[in-house]
């Protein structure tokens, strides 16, 4: 019997056990969930609450009446133009972010109503070269505002950003300016834009319009910085206090308005919307003429989202 | 008159100092070689033409960061009469790593406001290298409302290493107090010319870098990073600087093509550390000429004019 014999090329560490494609862990407190539950629950840890990351096109289906998107500029891609090669190439960079995403940049732009108010929807994608703003974020936002101006509509824009895109040089950095000095057009407007920062957004992000909201909303736990932690703690050389930048801290230091968990996001952006534009008197008037088309779709009520459905809390 | 010399101009360093030696010689021993003289220091001054004339990215970079390199104070010194410094952000606290004030340029009355760096290791310490806090640029912001107020032209100078990134400054919103400049920039009803003198990286800059017309010195760099935070985050090594240099196209030249400043301002030879006087009088012509144009531009078409100059900045591809 050789049971007790020493496998042939001795112990070798055993693989770690890939959990099944059907679950995954809490990156928070380790839970393992089974991945359509997680879906079920906005991607939300129905454990600890952890929101996990999620795509612009989730955001989509859970902020927008009926998931349904009017997507503009959707065409508009980034070029090396700096021909810019660290230990990879920034256009081959590119070509592998559209291939992973399916989408042209970390940004997407267009129409879309919230409990029937219409509004302009920008939601960033963290997946796609870090959510790093270059030329077509800023072009995008530019536009999205321009939009707005024109239609005189409330704006929206979900941050997840590690910054500006290195790879396009001071034109990146000059992407704060443009953004920045486009909402001060907007501003004249008198119609509101809601910033609602998602984990995680630092740099030239944090530091131009998503910092720059009438209101701004953050979902809990996001990391929310301008220097990143990493960072930080290189240049101090001391370890950073616990929840450090993190939403609950941006609240407790006074820079944004609300910690709105994932599931409650659409009522409160309902409320803001409500407060902060004209046609709340409309709203019983779905008849009028004005706003037929905007209100007959999907008039406001618990049952219609299907976000209530799933409200843990 | 520089102390510190940079490996390129070495060369002609040494061509100086024998062009000294040689005259102490023939003052001291009575012998006349003034022919000989006069012929080295032609092909002295033909020399340093030509090591300036080609510098490398690199090579910039480090005049721009020269130990000796003017900083605002000194322009503000050669260029204003009558400064006043004004402190504090009436919020939180003063912050060293930005000055600002009241002077006249000329004829002109203006604010003038600029990242300080130190010279000495306790003022480097005081001035925190540069690198402001956001009460700086809150400070900055509302030295900038008195220029609205009192109808008076905004000049900037840029000069840092990039926004300070520490507990304090992430605690009091250095992203808040950037956006928050960004935005008040882009539509404060007076001019804003913006000058960058030595470094300029990221965030930190810009927030007070926005305005009406930039211009930016022969042997500086303004980027959205330092190379060596560049190097370190794309290349994963820190001494990767030098690639990282050539790579993010952060000079004047560079940045002239890519319209993201509307001029270059020539220094006195061998940079602006060899003569702060006459670098400063370049620069101060340059300054009162812009301002006589943009003066007399109504505010809100100036407003709408410096939205669309960065509505412009971008490179992209548009397929349908």
Redesign the interface.
């Known amino acids: 019997m050789d049971w007790f014999k020493r496998a042939k090329d001795g112990l070798k560490p055993q693989k770690k056990k890939e959990i099944p494609e059907l679950w995954i862990k809490c990156s928070s407190c380790e839970e393992v969930i089974y991945k359509r539950e997680l879906e079920k629950n906005l991607h939300v840890c129905a454990e600890c609450g952890f929101h996990f990351r999620i795509k612009s096109s989730d955001y989509i289906k859970y902020l927008l009446d009926d998931g349904h998107f009017d997507e503009f500029?959707a065409?508009?891609?980034?070029?090396d133009?700096?021909k810019?090669?660290?230990?990879k190439r920034y256009s081959d960079q590119i070509k592998a972010a559209v291939k992973k995403t399916g989408q042209k940049d970390a940004i997407r732009t267009g129409f879309g109503k919230i409990h029937a108010h219409e509004v302009v929807f920008c939601v960033m994608d963290f997946s796609f070269i870090g959510g790093s703003m270059?030329?077509?974020v800023?072009?995008k936002i530019?536009r999205a505002i321009d939009e707005a101006i024109k239609r005189k509509l409330p704006l929206i824009i979900i941050s997840a950003s590690g910054g500006?895109?290195?790879?396009?040089?001071?034109?990146?950095?000059?992407?704060?300016?443009?953004t920045?000095?486009?909402?001060?057009?907007f501003?004249e407007t008198g119609y509101p834009f809601i910033s609602i920062i998602t984990d995680p957004t630092t740099?030239?992000v944090?530091?131009?319009?998503?910092?720059?909201g009438d209101f701004i909303l953050a979902e809990p736990g996001a990391l929310?910085?301008?220097?990143g932690p990493r960072?930080?703690k290189q240049?101090?050389g001391q370890d950073?206090?616990e929840g450090?930048?993190r939403a609950e801290f941006q609240l407790s230091?006074?820079?944004i308005d609300s910690v709105v968990k994932r599931h409650e996001m659409k009522d409160r952006l309902r409320d803001i919307l409500e407060f902060s534009t004209d046609n709340q008197f409309d709203e019983e008037n779905t008849n009028g003429e004005l706003n037929n088309e905007n209100l007959l779709v999907n008039s406001p009520g618990p049952a219609e989202s299907s976000l209530d459905d799933d409200q843990t809390n | 008159m520089s102390e510190y010399i940079l490996e390129f101009e070495k060369p002609v360093v040494e061509l100086e100092k024998k062009i000294r030696e040689m005259r102490e010689y023939s003052e001291t021993e009575n012998v006349e070689i003034s022919e000989e003289i006069t012929r080295l220091e032609e092909k002295a001054e033909k020399l340093r033409t030509d090591i300036y004339s080609k510098l490398s990215r690199w090579e910039i970079l480090q005049i721009a960061r020269h130990p000796q390199r003017p900083y605002t104070r000194d322009y503000i010194e050669h260029m204003f009469d009558d400064f006043v410094e004004l402190h504090g952000d009436r919020a939180f606290g003063d912050d060293p790593a930005i000055i600002s004030g009241i002077g006249k340029l000329g004829n002109r009355k203006v604010v003038a406001i600029g990242h300080q760096k130190g010279r000495t290791t306790k003022q480097k310490l005081f001035r925190n290298f540069g690198m402001p806090h956001p009460e700086g640029y809150r400070k900055a912001l509302r030295v900038m409302k008195l220029a609205e107020k009192f109808n008076r032209p905004v000049v900037t100078f840029i000069d840092t290493p990039g926004?300070?990134?520490?507990?304090g400054?992430?605690?009091?919103?250095?992203?808040?107090a950037?956006?928050?400049n960004?935005?008040?920039m882009?539509?404060l009803r007076v001019p804003i010319i913006v000058v960058i003198i030595g470094e300029g990286a990221?965030?930190g800059?810009?927030?007070i870098g926005?305005g009406d017309r930039i211009l930016m010195m022969e042997n500086t760099w303004?980027?959205?990073?330092s190379p060596e935070g560049?190097?370190a985050?794309?290349?994963?090594d820190s001494t990767?600087a030098v690639?990282?240099a050539e790579?993010?196209?952060?000079t004047a030249v560079?940045?002239l093509e890519?319209g993201?400043v509307d001029k270059s301002v020539r220094e006195p030879l061998g940079g602006a550390h060899h003569d702060y006087e006459k670098a400063a009088q370049i620069l101060k012509e340059e300054i009162n000429a812009e301002l006589e144009k943009l003066e007399k531009v109504p505010p809100q078409e100036l407003?709408e004019n410096?939205?669309e100059k960065?509505?412009q900045?971008?490179?992209?591809?548009?397929?349908?």
Not at chain 1, 164 to 178: D, H
Not at chain 1, 224 to 227: C, E, L, S, T, Y
């Open positions: 500029n065409e508009i891609g980034s070029v133009f700096l810019f090669k660290a230990s270059g030329s077509v800023g072009e530019a500006a895109r290195m790879m396009e040089g001071a034109i990146s950095l000059m992407q704060l300016a443009k920045s000095s486009r909402l001060a057009k501003a740099g030239g944090t530091a131009s319009f998503a910092m720059l929310i910085a301008f220097a960072v930080i240049t101090i950073l206090p450090f930048q230091h006074g820079f | 926004a300070f990134p520490g507990i400054a992430e605690e009091r919103g250095q992203a808040e950037i956006a928050k960004l935005l008040e882009s539509r990221s965030g800059a810009l927030g926005l303004y980027s959205v990073i560049c190097a985050i794309l290349w994963h990767k690639q990282a790579a993010m196209k952060l560079d940045l890519l993201v407003i410096r939205i960065y509505a900045m971008g490179f992209f591809e548009e397929q349908s």
